[in-house]
């Protein structure tokens, strides 16, 4: 029932959220100036509260929240959803995963499925938020950033 619940919470947090739009210009490609990629820089340590959104094309972006502790690589923490409406953040449950050297890191909510893989750098995350099918509801991958 509860993981039920939850899913409901996560369906009602990508269709309620609020519609955030941002204009955005661009030079032309001419006159931009050429850009060395650089590698992601990651944080010696992860630990500490992670806020963003996650969503995808033709979704509103939806608030979530990572309390996270790390220990050699270890990761813990707790996730939390935005109320679209109230806008307070209610927990969903733990959290458990790893993180490489390289600043990659892959963790799950214990008890829904839900699971969440990227890159750190400094105090910036980017990756993917998924979680299965259950019952009628289907299963959804959308793009996750946060900040530290």
């Known amino acids: 029932m509860m993981a039920r619940q939850s899913r409901r919470l996560l369906a009602v947090a990508l269709v309620s959220g609020v519609v955030m739009g941002a204009c955005m210009f661009q030079q032309p490609a001419e006159q931009l100036p050429a850009e060395q990629p ?30 996270l502790e790390e220990a050699q690589g270890v990761l813990k923490g707790r996730v939390l959803l ?27 909510l214990d008890s829904h499925g839900l699971s969440v893989s990227g890159t750190f750098d400094q105090n910036h995350f980017a990756g993917k938020l998924s979680f299965p099918a259950v019952d009628d509801d289907p299963s959804y991958e959308g793009d996750l950033v946060l900040d530290r």
């Open 38 to 67: 650089s590698a992601p820089s990651p944080p010696a340590d992860v630990s500490g509260m992670w806020t963003g959104t996650f969503g995808s094309p033709g979704t509103n972006p939806a608030g979530v929240r990572f309390v």
């Open 82 to 108: 935005e109320d679209p409406v109230s806008k307070n953040y209610i927990e969903l449950g733990n959290v458990t995963g790893r993180r490489t050297a390289g600043g990659n890191a892959a963790w799950e």
